[in-house]
């Protein structure tokens, strides 16, 4: 299934409860290659699956990347698969920008917060368990908004730079990790328009076609990582398979 990992693998995956990053936790575990797999997540989570160690943990502060280092305690992690995101957030009215008179500091440092400078620094506290020569892959959720290439419409202007600051940041990363583990495969993924909490206000212009499921977006994103070998580290890939320009 994922044919750059070995069976029995090591999976870390963060933002578990969220709407795409549960269905990769399901996916992962449809297959017998998955071994153990940490489910990290900011409200208790329960799973019947053995293989499964959930971990309560906000790892967009300093204490809940500690609490997963303590939990992986060095040991190699295989896959870190990280779906943490914010595009909204109603009850800190935080909306994505339509017009520059809408940016506001708050809210601009609160999005780059979770969806750049947490990724990458969710990377650092795991940093042991990544070097070393073992394989292992590193994928965090990014979006077709964040390349610089493709703005053709504008708006939401937080959301577009956190992961286009993402993007640099994953591919820093890559360059840093090749040289600590040959095996090493970073990659920003975009998931296509999902069915999730974080796309439903603004799903009414989706065409039906184009709003995936979120079991559908983690099969396919599984796929694309399964194409991917060490030369493709610190790329950016769509849930197709089609490489995104930065
Ligand atoms: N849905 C789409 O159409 C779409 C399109 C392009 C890109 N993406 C990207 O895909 C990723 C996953 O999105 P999703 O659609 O699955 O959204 P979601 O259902 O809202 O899940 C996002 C997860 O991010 C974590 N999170 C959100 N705010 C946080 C905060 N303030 N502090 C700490 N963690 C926080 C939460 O993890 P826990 O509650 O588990 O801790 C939450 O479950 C995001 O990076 C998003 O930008 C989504």
Not at 166 to 184: D, G, V
Request: charged share 20%; glycine share 8%; aromatic share 6%.
């Amino acid at each position: 299934m994922l044919p750059h990992l070995p069976s029995h693998f090591t999976a870390v995956v963060t933002g578990a409860s969220g709407g795409i990053g549960h269905a990769v936790v399901e996916s992962l575990l449809n297959t017998s290659q998955m071994g153990k797999l940490i489910a990290v997540s900011r409200a208790p989570q329960t799973f019947s699956d053995s293989r499964v160690t959930p971990l309560t943990a906000d790892v967009s502060q300093e204490r809940g990347r500690q609490q997963l280092r303590e939990q992986l305690d060095g040991e190699p992690v295989h896959l870190l698969f990280n779906a943490i995101g914010i595009l909204h957030d109603h009850d800190n009215a935080l909306e994505p920008e339509k017009r520059l008179e809408e940016l506001d500091s708050e809210a601009f440092a609160q999005v780059m917060h979770i969806n750049a400078a947490t990724p990458a620094l969710l990377i650092a506290a795991v940093k042991d368990s990544l070097q070393g020569k073992h394989p292992t892959i590193i994928a965090s959720l990014s979006a077709r908004v964040g390349s610089i290439g493709d703005n053709g419409f504008g708006g939401w202007y937080s959301y577009r730079a956190s992961k286009a600051a993402h993007n640099m940041l994953l591919k820093t990363a890559s360059i840093e990790l090749k040289r600590l583990n040959k095996q090493s495969i970073v990659l920003c993924l975009h998931p296509g328009t999902t069915d999730t909490d974080l796309s439903k206000p603004f799903q009414a212009r989706v065409p039906e076609n184009k709003l995936f499921s979120p079991s559908f977006v983690a099969e396919s994103l599984i796929g694309v990582m399964a194409k991917r070998t060490p030369d493709d580290t610190g790329s950016f890939w769509d849930w197709a398979g089609e490489p995104i320009e930065w």
